[in-house]
């Protein structure tokens, strides 16, 4: 089991930029592929980004390409997502997530592929 916590939401204007972390902890973190999550008042949980294991494949949401970044340091445990150009509509709580069944290339683009994820850091974006 990997236990994850999140950091580095807040409140921005729209057209400004945040960077979240997830600090993951237990299981050896370079055997998950890792994904950004978000969820909105009244809306679906979604996968916004992903990347696998081996750092060499990436996935984003319609919504989040060109704007956001994923990357993440295995030696250091650490998941972030660069957010850029953010509009009203990012507003959500943002968890990062872990797939244990995924291989080396696979940046898993689906919510169903996870199976652990953190409590969540709010962003909330003004207009």
């Known amino acids: 089991q990997v236990q994850l916590v999140e950091s580095g939401g807040g409140l921005v204007q729209a057209g400004g930029s945040l960077r979240l972390s997830c600090a993951a902890s237990?299981?050896?973190?370079?055997?998950?592929?890792m994904g950004w999550l978000r969820q909105a008042p009244g809306k679906e949980r979604e996968v916004v980004a992903a990347?696998?294991?081996?750092?060499?494949?990436?996935y984003y949401a319609d919504s989040a390409k060109g704007r956001f970044t994923i990357s993440r340091d295995n030696a250091k445990n650490m998941v972030y997502l660069q957010m850029s150009s953010l509009k009203p509509e990012d507003t959500a709580v943002y968890s990062c997530?872990?797939?244990?069944?995924?291989?080396?290339?696979?940046?898993?683009?689906?919510?169903?592929?996870?199976?652990?994820w953190g409590q969540g850091t709010q962003v909330t974006v003004s207009s």
């Open positions: 990347i696998s294991r081996n750092h060499g494949r990436t």
């Open positions: 997530a872990a797939d244990h069944l995924a291989s080396s290339w696979t940046a898993s683009e689906n919510l169903e592929e996870y199976d652990y």
């Open positions: 237990g299981r050896t973190f370079s055997n998950y592929a």
